[in-house]
């Protein structure tokens, strides 16, 4: 069959050519069950059709398991699957290639779950990256880009509980690290000659 007639086809008796193309690769599952499989994906009439288009355009989805592909194919090959199909493949991730026995969709793309989720441009670096985190304003970020939050420990305390107090002596809320007080840190000071000496020797 051409490809025309098969387009022909696809609209005239979707549910027959899908069977057909999937007879073709699948040996092990008789054209009854196969016919079932492809009816319990492909109910309506334009849904089987449209999945019949897309595996006359491109059948060898049926044994490579490749998207970009209707999200119809990845369903069809599961249930393929699921009835015991050996020669159809199972969809595999778009990204890291793992095989599916349940689809996430981003476009024509399908994935596992752990890539399917959500994409966006990191705030820090730019690329289109997974969300790993989201920053203080709620922005996304990539995993290599971590909101690192580099404002002294007693600034947020003081800011915090401003917002609850305002007004409240950011001395009294927040001491000053007790590492200043330290011996160590006392004696370095104390080895300077610098105006260190006279603030921190106490
Ligand atoms: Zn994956
Ligand atoms: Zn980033």
Redesign the pocket.
């Known amino acids: 069959m051409t490809m025309a007639d098969q387009l022909d086809r696809a609209v005239k008796d979707p549910i027959g050519l899908i069977t057909d193309l999937v007879t073709d690769v699948e040996k092990e599952l008789g054209a009854e069950r196969i016919r079932a499989a492809v009816t319990a994906v492909a109910g309506g009439r334009a849904k089987s059709r449209s999945l019949a288009k897309a595996l006359a355009m491109r059948s060898a989805v049926l044994t490579d398991g490749r998207s970009p592909a209707p999200r119809a194919i990845g369903d069809l090959l599961i249930e393929l699957r699921k009835a015991g199909a050996s020669a159809i493949a199972a969809p595999v991730?778009a990204?890291?290639g793992?095989k599916l026995r349940t689809l996430q969709r981003k476009g024509q793309d399908w994935?596992?779950s752990?890539?399917g989720q959500e994409r966006a441009e990191c705030t820090a670096c730019g690329n289109v990256r997974r969300v790993s985190f989201r920053d203080r304003k709620g922005l996304p970020r990539c995993k290599m880009c971590p909101d690192t939050d580099d404002r002294e420990p007693a600034a947020v305390v003081h800011e915090l509980i401003t917002a609850i107090a305002p007004g409240a002596d950011r001395d009294a809320v927040a001491p000053r690290p007790s590492a200043s007080r330290h011996p160590t840190v006392l004696n370095i000071a104390r080895e300077w000659s610098g105006p260190w000496n006279t603030t921190l020797a106490c």
Do not use: H, I, S, T
Request: aromatic share 12%; charged share 25%.
């Open positions: 991730c990204e890291c793992k994935y596992c752990v890539c």
